[in-house]
C-alpha cells in the first residue's frame, strides 16, 4: 500500500513543533489524572461513601471511557483533528471539576462516567495525531509521549499531595487546576497538525466492533496493563502480607514499579529505534516474566522488590507500541486506536479486583503467578506489533497514512 497522493506535505520544522505540542498534551492529560487520583480521600468524604461504594464508583471512568471512545473518529472527521482534540481536551481538563462537586453515590457515578467519557476521547484523539507524528518523523516517539504522560501525572499528583496537605477544598483545588490545564491544553493544541478529511471521504460509524487487528494488538496491551494495574495497586500488599515487610518497604515497591516503568518510557524510543518494536517488546516480556518470577519465588522482600522493578521496566513500552501499531494497521487509525484503548482500559479496570478476587479463592502468591504467566504473553504475542516496527517499514513495507488528509496550508 502507498500513501495517498492528498496526504499534505509538512515541513521539518512544522513536524518537529508538532512533536513538542502533541507531548504537551500528553503532559496535560496526565497531570488531569495525577490531580484527581490525590484527593480521592476528600471527595469519598464529600460523597459520604464507602470503600465499598467508592470501588463501585470508580469503576465507572473506565465504563464511560470505553463506550465513548468509538466516537473520538467521527469527532476528528467532522472537525478535522486539531479542532476535535482541542476541544476534547478541554472537556477533559474541565470535567476535572465535576467529582468534586458530587453530594452522593449517584452524582458521583454520573460525574466519574463523564469525566472517564471525556478521558478516552481525548486519549484516542492524541495518540492518532502522536501516530501521525511519529509516521513522519520515521522514528519512534510513541513511549517518550507516553513517558511524558507519566511525567504530567507526577506533576499534578504533587500539586495536588501539597493541596492536601495544606486542607484545601478539593472543589477549589480542581478548579483552578482545570482552569489553568485547560488554557495550558489549549495553547499545547496549537501546534498540533491541523489533519482533516477529504470532502468526499465518508465518516466512520459512530459505534462499531473493533476491526480483528486491534483485537490482537489489544490482547498484546491487555496482558501488559493487566500486569501494570496488578502491581500498582497490589505490590505494596504483597510485600507487607506475603514478604511481612515494614510499611515503609512495602510503599517502596509501588514506587520502584513507577520510577522503572517511567524510565523505561523516556529512554523507551532509542531502544526501539535500535531494535524495533516486536525485539523490545519480547525482550521486555522476557524481563517482566522474570521479575514475575522474583516476585513469585523470592523468600525476602529485597528480591520482590527488585522483581516488581522488573515488571515496570519490562512493560513500559507495550502500551505506547501498542498504539502506534494499532495506528498503522489499517486505513482508519482511530478506530483501531480505539479498539485498542478499550480493551487496555477494561484489562486496568478488571486487573485490581480479579488480583483480589483471585487472592481471596487462594493466595497473593497464585495471583502474581497469574501476573507473571501474562507478562510471558507479551514473549509470545510481541509478533502482533510488527505494524509498528520500524525496522519493517525501512525494510520495504509501506505503511499506510493514519488520516487522509488535507491541512490549511
Not at 513543533?17 to 497531570?31: L, N, P
Not at 470505553?66 to 476534547?88: E, I, K, Q, Y
Not at 501525572?153 to 483552578?176: K, M, N, P, Q
Not at 507495550?318 to 480505539?338: D, E, H, K, M, Y
Amino acid at each position: 500500500m502507498t500513501k495517498d497522493s492528498t496526504v499534505p506535505v509538512f515541513g521539518t520544522e512544522q513536524i518537529r513543533r508538532a512533536r513538542y505540542a502533541v507531548a504537551a498534551v500528553f503532559a496535560v492529560h496526565g497531570a488531569v489524572t495525577g490531580s484527581f487520583a490525590t484527593r480521592v480521600p476528600w471527595i469519598q468524604d464529600h460523597a459520604s461513601v464507602s470503600a465499598g461504594q467508592l470501588g463501585l464508583a470508580l469503576a465507572f471512568p473506565a465504563i464511560g471511557a470505553s463506550l465513548a471512545m468509538p466516537l473520538a473518529g467521527s469527532v476528528s472527521h467532522r472537525f478535522g483533528a486539531r479542532t476535535a482534540l482541542r476541544g476534547l481536551l478541554a472537556l477533559w481538563t474541565l470535567a476535572l471539576v465535576l467529582p468534586a462537586l458530587a453530594p452522593n453515590l449517584l452524582t458521583l457515578c454520573l460525574a466519574l462516567f463523564v469525566y472517564g467519557a471525556t478521558a478516552g476521547m481525548s486519549d484516542v484523539a492524541m495518540n492518532a495525531l502522536g501516530v501521525e507524528v511519529e509516521n513522519r518523523l520515521d522514528r519512534s516517539i510513541m513511549s517518550g509521549l507516553h513517558g511524558m504522560w507519566s511525567v504530567g501525572a507526577l506533576v499534578g499528583s504533587v500539586a495536588g499531595t501539597v493541596a492536601a496537605h495544606i486542607g484545601s477544598d478539593a472543589r477549589l483545588h480542581h478548579a483552578l487546576a482545570a482552569l489553568v490545564l485547560t488554557a495550558l491544553g489549549l495553547v499545547a493544541c496549537q501546534g498540533v497538525l491541523d489533519l482533516r478529511s477529504e470532502p468526499d471521504e465518508e465518516p466512520p460509524p459512530r459505534f462499531t466492533l473493533p476491526p480483528k487487528s486491534a483485537l490482537v494488538i489489544g490482547a498484546v496491551g491487555f496482558c501488559a496493563v493487566f500486569a501494570e494495574g496488578a502491581s500498582m495497586d497490589w505490590s505494596a500488599v504483597y510485600l507487607r502480607d506475603v514478604m511481612g515487610s515494614s510499611a515503609g518497604l512495602a510503599a517502596a515497591s509501588t514506587t520502584a514499579f513507577a520510577l522503572m516503568m517511567a524510565i523505561a518510557r523516556i529512554a523507551g524510543d532509542k531502544v526501539v529505534d535500535r531494535f524495533g518494536a516486536v525485539r523490545t517488546v519480547r525482550v521486555g516480556g522476557v524481563l517482566a516474566t522474570i521479575g514475575g518470577l522474583l516476585v513469585v519465588l523470592s523468600s525476602g522482600p529485597a528480591l520482590a522488590l527488585c522483581g516488581f522493578g522488573l515488571l515496570g521496566l519490562g512493560v513500559a513500552v507495550v502500551v505506547p507500541l501498542a498504539f502506534a501499531a494499532a495506528g498503522r494497521s489499517g486505513t482508519n487509525p482511530s478506530r483501531a486506536i480505539a479498539g485498542v484503548a478499550t480493551i487496555t482500559y477494561t484489562s486496568g479496570l478488571i486487573a485490581p479486583s480479579a488480583i483480589g478476587s483471585l487472592a481471596e479463592a487462594t493466595s497473593l502468591l497464585v495471583s502474581f503467578g497469574l501476573v507473571t504467566v501474562l507478562a510471558f504473553g507479551l514473549v509470545l504475542g510481541a509478533g502482533v506489533l510488527r505494524a509498528g516496527d520500524r525496522k519493517v517499514a525501512e525494510g520495504g513495507m509501506a505503511l499506510p497514512s493514519p488520516t487522509r488528509s488535507t491541512t490549511d496550508g
